[in-house]
């Protein structure tokens, strides 16, 4: 009986691996698919532009309003912890890079992914479970060409333009609190943060990591969608994976990306 | 009462043949459809031999289907849930892909087809899905216009002139800018229907196309498949278990069971057969050779054993 067990563990061990690279296989051939596609994607760009509307524009609201208020608390802690060691006049450089290199696209890609991520998923796997993917086969329109890649580039081109407003944001909550409340002096904080802030690395490493953030979760929620099992659960439980994939990949994807560009600079 | 009535009816019947004969033409000439030579040329529709399909080698789904649709006619596919008729849909439209055997469409073999020749050949197939399946981010007129959009590059005008066209072949003209989700089952239907025709296929395939519906809109929709048959002289395949409203409306039906063709024959042989299966199918008997029982161990040994 042990022996049976034993054999039984394996079998699930080997079913599961199995299962889990093909899948990756199969994501794999879906990720070219949807490149292969995505000329079409822009040369009707209607359809792009439609996704980035939905993916975009619809989720400015949750953006900047979490983008305002991380930027707020940041000037309140910051500021806390820096005039500890008289380095208070320092919150402006201090909340800048902080929310242009990590916390800029990082936050705004795990609202992303709640938010439109979620919802590009649903509604893929909704299509799905309604037929609509079929019917469209059936019409000689290819769903990769038609659904897939638009939604992906949406996503894609959405992803750094959300975080580099989330860091305008996030700098205007922190001057709202650090110079209107606090009362540090409005030129140093401004100075501090042009002087201590440089477009290349600075920005460009943000735009940069926010760029492969929004690939990651743009890609793990049409994928999603496109592979849920056609049931009320069965999309039920793709959203649900588009959200904590995506926010996993986002975070180990950040400490990646980081090791990678802030090594030249000493800081790492 | 009866003669109040038929004065007007007459007319809109008049109106309406006069209507479909003026789809005919459309049919023949209207959009590109530079591959619908060779499907003329050929006497069946569809013909599939020695067919078998599972989805994995354990479970066959479909064993040596062997079926012949000719051009022009209304075929009913008929049998039980889970016997495999809309395998059989699907592996003509190129959905799925035999194992065995041969399926040809218009005279090409489907399993030999390119992507290509399978997105060409797609183009002169129209299919209505159980529930509809229209695009619920389109109203009623883009969904119709969606596949003549894709296809045909004509001008909107007379897009739109088509759209209305097919709209009000199935009598949705007043519903164009509707939603899916503001239409009855029965009207989501209709419109699916006129999405399917948009192209004027050469081949209609409905699968399950009376389930849930209300008598009325059932009676509309049989009447539909057949006067869009007979009208733009297209072939249909009707997937279905209804069998009341198919023996009104179909020229040829085929029983599957198990996977297997088991019966066929005209709608007048069916009302006369004596085959038992055909017989528990059509009457609705509970028990018979498909059993009301899942297979299970003996019940009373099945008790004892606690």
Known sequence: MPADAIARGFRRVGNGTMRAIAR??????????????????????????????????????????????????????????????????????????????????????????????????????????????????????????????????????????????????????????????????????????????????????????????????????????????????????????TVVGGSLAILALDFVLTVFMFRGLGTV | MTAGHCGPRKAADTIDSLFFAFLRPLHDASTPRPEAAPACAVANAIEMAGVSFGYDRRRPVLRGIDMTIPRGKVVAIMGGSGCGKTTILRLIGGQLRQQSGRVLVGGQSVKELTREGLYALRRRIGMLFQFGALFTDMTVYENVAFPMREHTGLDEPLIRDLVLMKLHAVGLRGAAQLRPSELSGGMARRVALARAIALDPMLVLYDEPFAGLDPISLGVVGQLIRQLNDALGITSVVVTHDVYESLKIVDYLYFVSDGRIIWHGTPEDVRHTADPFVRQFVDGQPDGPVPFHYPARPYVEQLRAG
Request: hydrophobic share 55%; glycine share 12%.
């Open chain 1, 24 to 241: 990756a296989g199969f994501a794999t051939r879906f990720f070219l698919a949807v490149l292969y596609h995505s000329p079409a994607a822009f040369h009707r760009l209607q359809l792009t532009v439609r996704e980035i509307y939905f993916a975009g524009v619809l989720s400015l609201v949750v953006i900047m309003v979490s983008g305002l208020f991380v930027g707020m608390v940041l000037g309140l802690q910051g500021y806390d912890a820096l005039n500890k060691y008289g380095a208070g006049d320092s919150l402006g450089i201090f909340v800048g890079l902080s929310l242009v290199r990590e916390l800029g696209p990082v936050v705004a890609g795990l609202l992303f992914a709640s938010r439109a991520g979620s919802a590009v998923t649903a509604e893929i796997g909704l299509m799905k479970t309604t037929e609509q993917l079929s019917a469209m086969e059936m019409m000689a329109v290819d769903p990769l060409a038609r659904i897939v890649a638009p939604r992906f580039w949406g996503g894609v081109i959405s992803m750094p333009l959300l975080a580099a407003l989330f860091s305008v944001m996030g700098v205007f909550g922190a001057y709202l609190v650090g110079v209107r409340l606090i009362g540090v002096d409005s030129g140093t904080f401004w100075g501090n943060m042009r002087a201590g802030i440089e477009f290349w690395p600075d920005v460009t490493n943000g735009i940069i990591k926010s760029t492969v953030f929004g690939i990651a979760v743009s890609l793990i929620a049409v994928f999603e969608g496109y592979d849920a099992n056609p049931t009320a659960e069965g999309v039920s439980a793709a959203t649900t994976r």
